[in-house]
């Protein structure tokens, strides 16, 4: 018999509601370009589906690090709790939001049609962060790991 993972607790929809109307959002979900926004749909399926208030905004940060700045800077005093960052090839965004804010950062590797070894660069640009710039990474393409530990951390 396989081991059943143990079911996370949810937020009650009073919990929701009263936090949606106080203060927004709890998980803000970014991504460097449109075409990522197919790569974060799971997870923003797993954390709806958990009752968790999401919201979700492309900004690159190479092509506006000004808005990354402004938007992670700004993410706690929006009520955001938690910031899922997706990106490829160079995979600068989820570095580039941890260091603008001290919310926890998970970092969601995408490929591409351009990336190295099946997201490889993606992922070693994720997970090799500076000192005293955390990045919690998962899988290659696996914003649904994101979305769970997301949750996780939100229960603690």
């Known amino acids: ?22 203060l927004g959002p709890l998980v803000g979900i970014i991504v460097g370009s449109k075409a990522d926004l197919v790569s974060v749909a799971p997870a923003e399926t797993i954390l709806r589906d958990a009752g968790v208030p999401l919201e979700t905004t492309v900004m690159s940060a190479y092509r506006n690090p000004e808005l990354v700045a402004e938007y992670c800077k700004g993410a706690r005093g929006r009520g955001l709790r938690i910031i899922i960052a997706a990106a490829g090839l160079g995979a600068a965004l989820p570095g580039v939001a ?25 992922l070693l640009s994720i997970a090799q962060m500076p000192p005293g710039v955390p990045v919690a990474t998962v899988g290659v393409d696996n914003s649904k790991n994101a979305a769970h530990l997301a949750l996780r951390i939100l229960s603690i």
């Open 98 to 122: 941890a260091a603008h804010t001290d919310l926890p950062v998970i970092g969601v590797p995408i490929t591409s049609r351009l990336t190295v070894a099946g997201g490889l660069d993606a």
């Open 1 to 22: 018999m396989m081991p059943t993972e143990p079911s996370l607790p949810t937020l009650t929809q009073t919990e929701v509601s009263a936090h949606e109307a106080e």
